[in-house]
C-alpha cells in the first residue's frame, strides 16, 4: 500500500479551530499564537498564510534561538530565575 | 528592558502608560485619542500596471523600509560576494516606496532585480517574520516583491536578454533550454527512464524537472529506482510540461501560468491524484504558485521524494546495506530548508546509509548558504552564480570532506562547477541511498559529475557497477 504525507490545498487552508488566549490573541497550533485577526482589518491586511508557513516560522524561530543560545549565551536563565533574583534584591535590607 | 514611570499612574495622558492595543483593561482614554498612523501619499502614478502592482506591494515593502533592521545582509548570497547596496532586500523594499513616490519606475530598477536567488535566507532571517510573522500573519515577502518586479518589468516590455531568450526557448519547446544548443523536446522527455519500465499515468506520478529530466539524469532514474525497490507504485506524467516556475521567477507570468494549467489538466486527464516530486523548485511551484493561480481547484496531492523516502526508511521497505564509504557534507537547498523548513529528513536519510563520514553543519548556519543556481541567476549572469557556488564549496572544503551532497538537481551544476576546483564531488542525496540499497543507478551525472567518476567513480558513490556516466 502507497502510504504519502503531502501537501494538499484544502488541508493547508484549514487551520485549527483557533482558542483565545487573551483580549487581542489566540492559539491555533501549538506554539502559534496568532493576534485577533479582526485587529488587523484597517490599516494593514493580513496576508493568505497556509498553514505550513505558521509552522515553518514558529519552528524556525526556536532553532533560531537555540543556534543563539549555542553560539552567545554562556548560561541560559528562565525569566523566574531573574524575577526571583529581582525579588530577593528587593526585600534585602540593603535595598 | 524598559521601565514604565513609576509615577505616570496618577497624570499624563493615556499614552504615558504602557498598553497593548485592544486590551478590555486598557484606560478609556485611549479610545479618545485622535489617530496619527501617517496615510498614504497621495501621488497620482498615471501608469495602470505600475499603480495597480505599487498597491499591491506598498505594505510588503513598508514592512520592510520602516524597520531596516537589516539582518537580512548577511545571509544574501548575492550580498555576501558582491557588497553592493543596490542589490540587497533592502534596496528590492526601498524601490517600491520609491514607485509609489514617483520617484522611480520599473524600468530604472529592473536590472538590479536580476541579482537575487530568490534563497528566501532575507525574508526568514527578518525578525518581521522570524519573530512576528506567524503572529499577524504578515511576513517580509522578498521573494514575492523581486517576482512580482520582474513580472511588471516584463509587462512594461523592459526585458533581461537572456531571460527572453530562455523563455522563448522554454515556450518552443515546452521545456527549458538545459542543454543549451542540443534541443530538448517532449519526445525525448522520458528518455531518462529508458529500461525501468514505468508506465504512464495512474493515480500516482512522478514529475521530473526539466534540469533533472534532460541534464541529471541519474537523479529520476535513482529515485524511480528506489521506489521500485520499495513496491512503491508510480508512472510518468502523460505529456509532461516544464512546470512554469522558472518562467513565473523570472517575470514571465502569463507563460508560467499557461504551463501549469497544461500540467494540471494533463494529470486530470490520466486520472492522477498525486504527483511525487524530487525537485525543490517543482515542490515551490505545486505548493505556491498553482494554489495562487487555482485555488481550491488544485486538487492534487504533492509529495515530496525526499519525506516519502524517509518515510519508506522508517518503515523498513527499504534498508540500505552497502558501505558507501565517503566523506560528506549536507548542502541544504533553499527552497527545502529556508523557504519550507524541510531539513531533518535529508539528514535521516544520510544518517541511515553505512560508511558515510557525515559532517553536519546545522540548518540555521545554512540559512547564509546558497548554490546560487535558483532564480534565473545563472542564466542571466553565471559568474555571479558560479561566485556563489565557489564560497558555498569552500565552507564544505573547510571541513575536509570528498562529497557534498544535495537534494536539489538546480543546484548540483554550479556545485559541481566549484567542487572540481576544489576536488570535491557533488553527490546527489538519491543517488547516494540508491547506490547503498545496491542499486546500479545508470544515466548521467552531468560534464561536470560523469568527468569525475569515468576518472575512477570519485570515490565510488555513482552508483556502482558501471552505471556512472552511461
Given at each position: 500500500?502507497?502510504?504519502?504525507?503531502?501537501?494538499r490545498?484544502?488541508?493547508q487552508?484549514?487551520p485549527?479551530?483557533?482558542?483565545r488566549?487573551?483580549d487581542?490573541a489566540?492559539?491555533?497550533?501549538?506554539?502559534?499564537?496568532?493576534?485577533?485577526?479582526?485587529?488587523m482589518?484597517r490599516?494593514?491586511l493580513?496576508?493568505?498564510?497556509p498553514n505550513?508557513?505558521?509552522?515553518?516560522i514558529?519552528?524556525?524561530?526556536?532553532?533560531?534561538?537555540?543556534?543563539?543560545?549555542?553560539?552567545?549565551?554562556e548560561?541560559?536563565?528562565?525569566g523566574?530565575?531573574?524575577?526571583?533574583?529581582?525579588?530577593?534584591?528587593?526585600?534585602?535590607?540593603?535595598? | 528592558?524598559t521601565?514604565?514611570?513609576p509615577d505616570?499612574?496618577?497624570?499624563?495622558?493615556?499614552?504615558?502608560?504602557?498598553?497593548?492595543?485592544g486590551?478590555a483593561?486598557?484606560?478609556p482614554?485611549?479610545?479618545?485619542?485622535?489617530?496619527?498612523?501617517?496615510?498614504?501619499?497621495?501621488?497620482e502614478?498615471?501608469?495602470r500596471?505600475?499603480?495597480?502592482?505599487?498597491e499591491?506591494?506598498?505594505?510588503?515593502?513598508?514592512?520592510?523600509?520602516?524597520?531596516?533592521?537589516?539582518?537580512?545582509?548577511?545571509?544574501c548570497?548575492?550580498?555576501?560576494?558582491?557588497?553592493?547596496?543596490?542589490?540587497?532586500?533592502?534596496?528590492?523594499h526601498?524601490?517600491?516606496?520609491?514607485?509609489?513616490?514617483?520617484?522611480?519606475?520599473?524600468?530604472?530598477?529592473?536590472?538590479?532585480?536580476?541579482?537575487?536567488?530568490?534563497?528566501?535566507?532575507c525574508?526568514?532571517?527578518?525578525?518581521?517574520?522570524?519573530?512576528?510573522?506567524?503572529?499577524?500573519r504578515?511576513?517580509?515577502?522578498?521573494?514575492?516583491?523581486?517576482?512580482?518586479?520582474?513580472?511588471?518589468?516584463?509587462?512594461?516590455?523592459v526585458h533581461q536578454?537572456?531571460?527572453?531568450?530562455?523563455?522563448?526557448?522554454?515556450?518552443?519547446?515546452?521545456?527549458?533550454?538545459?542543454?543549451?544548443?542540443?534541443?530538448?523536446?517532449?519526445?525525448?522527455?522520458?528518455?531518462?527512464?529508458?529500461?525501468?519500465d514505468?508506465p504512464?499515468?495512474?493515480?500516482?506520478?512522478?514529475f521530473?524537472?526539466?534540469e533533472?529530466a534532460f541534464?541529471?539524469?541519474?537523479?529520476?532514474?535513482?529515485?524511480?529506482q528506489?521506489?521500485?525497490?520499495?513496491g512503491?507504485?508510480?508512472?510518468?506524467?502523460?505529456?509532461?510540461?516544464?512546470?512554469?516556475?522558472?518562467?513565473?521567477?523570472?517575470?514571465?507570468?502569463e507563460?508560467?501560468?499557461?504551463?501549469?494549467?497544461?500540467?494540471?489538466?494533463?494529470?486530470?486527464?490520466?486520472?492522477?491524484?498525486?504527483?511525487?516530486?524530487?525537485?525543490?523548485?517543482?515542490?515551490?511551484s505545486?505548493?505556491?504558485?498553482?494554489?495562487?493561480?487555482?485555488?481550491d481547484?488544485?486538487?492534487?496531492?504533492i509529495?515530496?521524494?525526499?519525506?516519502?523516502?524517509?518515510?519508506?526508511?522508517?518503515?523498513?521497505?527499504i534498508?540500505?546495506s552497502?558501505?558507501?564509504?565517503?566523506?560528506?557534507?549536507?548542502?541544504?537547498?533553499?527552497?527545502?530548508?529556508?523557504?519550507?523548513?524541510?531539513?531533518?529528513?535529508?539528514r535521516?536519510?544520510?544518517?541511515?546509509?553505512?560508511?558515510?563520514?557525515f559532517?553536519?553543519?546545522?540548518r540555521?548556519?545554512?540559512?547564509s548558504y546558497?548554490?546560487?543556481?535558483?532564480?534565473?541567476?545563472?542564466?542571466e549572469?553565471?559568474d555571479?552564480?558560479?561566485?556563489?557556488?565557489?564560497?558555498?564549496?569552500d565552507?564544505?572544503?573547510?571541513l575536509?570532506?570528498?562529497?557534498?551532497?544535495?537534494?536539489?538537481?538546480?543546484?548540483?551544476?554550479?556545485?559541481?562547477?566549484?567542487?572540481?576546483?576544489?576536488?570535491?564531488d557533488?553527490?546527489?542525496?538519491?543517488?547516494?541511498?540508491?547506490?547503498?540499497?545496491g542499486?546500479?543507478?545508470?544515466g548521467?551525472?552531468?560534464?561536470?559529475?560523469?568527468?569525475?567518476?569515468?576518472?575512477g567513480?570519485g570515490?565510488?558513490?555513482?552508483?556502482?557497477?558501471?552505471?556512472c556516466?552511461?
Amino acid at each position: 500500500m502507497n502510504r504519502t504525507n503531502g501537501y494538499r490545498y484544502g488541508e493547508q487552508h484549514t487551520p485549527p479551530a483557533p482558542q483565545r488566549v487573551s483580549d487581542v490573541a489566540l492559539t491555533t497550533f501549538e506554539h502559534v499564537y496568532e493576534v485577533d485577526p479582526r485587529l488587523m482589518e484597517r490599516w494593514v491586511l493580513q496576508q493568505t498564510f497556509p498553514n505550513w508557513d505558521s509552522l515553518r516560522i514558529m519552528n524556525a524561530r526556536h532553532d533560531h534561538l537555540d543556534w543563539m543560545h549555542r553560539h552567545f549565551a554562556e548560561k541560559v536563565l528562565t525569566g523566574s530565575e531573574l524575577l526571583a533574583e529581582v525579588d530577593a534584591a528587593d526585600s534585602s535590607p540593603d535595598s | 528592558m524598559t521601565r514604565a514611570d513609576p509615577d505616570a499612574g496618577s497624570g499624563g495622558d493615556a499614552l504615558t502608560r504602557p498598553f497593548t492595543p485592544g486590551m478590555a483593561s486598557n484606560d478609556p482614554g485611549l479610545a479618545e485619542l485622535t489617530e496619527t498612523v501617517a496615510g498614504r501619499v497621495d501621488i497620482e502614478i498615471v501608469d495602470r500596471e505600475t499603480r495597480e502592482f505599487v498597491e499591491e506591494w506598498r505594505n510588503a515593502s513598508y514592512n520592510c523600509y520602516s524597520s531596516g533592521h537589516k539582518f537580512c545582509r548577511e545571509v544574501c548570497p548575492v550580498m555576501q560576494v558582491t557588497r553592493n547596496e543596490s542589490w540587497t532586500p533592502t534596496a528590492f523594499h526601498a524601490n517600491v516606496v520609491a514607485m509609489e513616490r514617483g520617484e522611480l519606475d520599473v524600468a530604472d530598477v529592473a536590472a538590479d532585480y536580476v541579482n537575487c536567488t530568490q534563497c528566501g535566507a532575507c525574508e526568514l532571517r527578518c525578525p518581521n517574520t522570524l519573530f512576528t510573522g506567524d503572529f499577524y500573519r504578515f511576513r517580509t515577502r522578498t521573494v514575492d516583491v523581486v517576482k512580482a518586479v520582474r513580472a511588471l518589468a516584463v509587462d512594461k516590455g523592459v526585458h533581461q536578454p537572456q531571460w527572453q531568450s530562455w523563455n522563448a526557448r522554454t515556450d518552443e519547446r515546452t521545456h527549458e533550454p538545459v542543454l543549451g544548443e542540443v534541443a530538448v523536446s517532449q519526445d525525448t522527455v522520458r528518455d531518462w527512464a529508458e529500461g525501468l519500465d514505468i508506465p504512464v499515468g495512474g493515480e500516482t506520478v512522478l514529475f521530473v524537472d526539466c534540469e533533472a529530466a534532460f541534464y541529471r539524469t541519474s537523479v529520476p532514474r535513482a529515485v524511480a529506482q528506489i521506489l521500485q525497490r520499495a513496491g512503491f507504485e508510480f508512472g510518468l506524467m502523460g505529456e509532461q510540461w516544464c512546470c512554469g516556475g522558472p518562467a513565473a521567477e523570472m517575470g514571465y507570468v502569463e507563460q508560467a501560468k499557461r504551463f501549469a494549467r497544461h500540467n494540471l489538466d494533463n494529470w486530470r486527464s490520466t486520472g492522477t491524484r498525486r504527483v511525487l516530486v524530487l525537485d525543490p523548485h517543482d515542490y515551490i511551484s505545486f505548493t505556491e504558485d498553482y494554489p495562487k493561480y487555482f485555488g481550491d481547484e488544485f486538487d492534487i496531492e504533492i509529495v515530496l521524494v525526499v519525506e516519502l523516502l524517509a518515510e519508506l526508511l522508517r518503515d523498513g521497505r527499504i534498508t540500505p546495506s552497502v558501505p558507501v564509504e565517503r566523506t560528506v557534507t549536507y548542502h541544504d537547498p533553499c527552497r527545502l530548508n529556508k523557504r519550507k523548513g524541510i531539513w531533518e529528513e535529508p539528514r535521516e536519510i544520510l544518517r541511515a546509509i553505512p560508511g558515510l563520514s557525515f559532517t553536519d553543519v546545522d540548518r540555521v548556519t545554512q540559512w547564509s548558504y546558497c548554490s546560487g543556481g535558483g532564480g534565473g541567476l545563472p542564466v542571466e549572469k553565471p559568474d555571479l552564480t558560479a561566485a556563489i557556488s565557489a564560497r558555498r564549496v569552500d565552507a564544505a572544503a573547510t571541513l575536509g570532506v570528498d562529497t557534498l551532497v544535495s537534494a536539489c538537481p538546480w543546484s548540483e551544476r554550479p556545485l559541481s562547477a566549484a567542487g572540481d576546483a576544489r576536488d570535491i564531488d557533488v553527490v546527489d542525496i538519491h543517488e547516494l541511498l540508491a547506490e547503498s540499497l545496491g542499486i546500479t543507478v545508470g544515466g548521467s551525472r552531468g560534464e561536470v559529475g560523469d568527468r569525475r567518476s569515468a576518472g575512477g567513480c570519485g570515490g565510488g558513490s555513482c552508483g556502482g557497477g558501471g552505471g556512472c556516466g552511461s
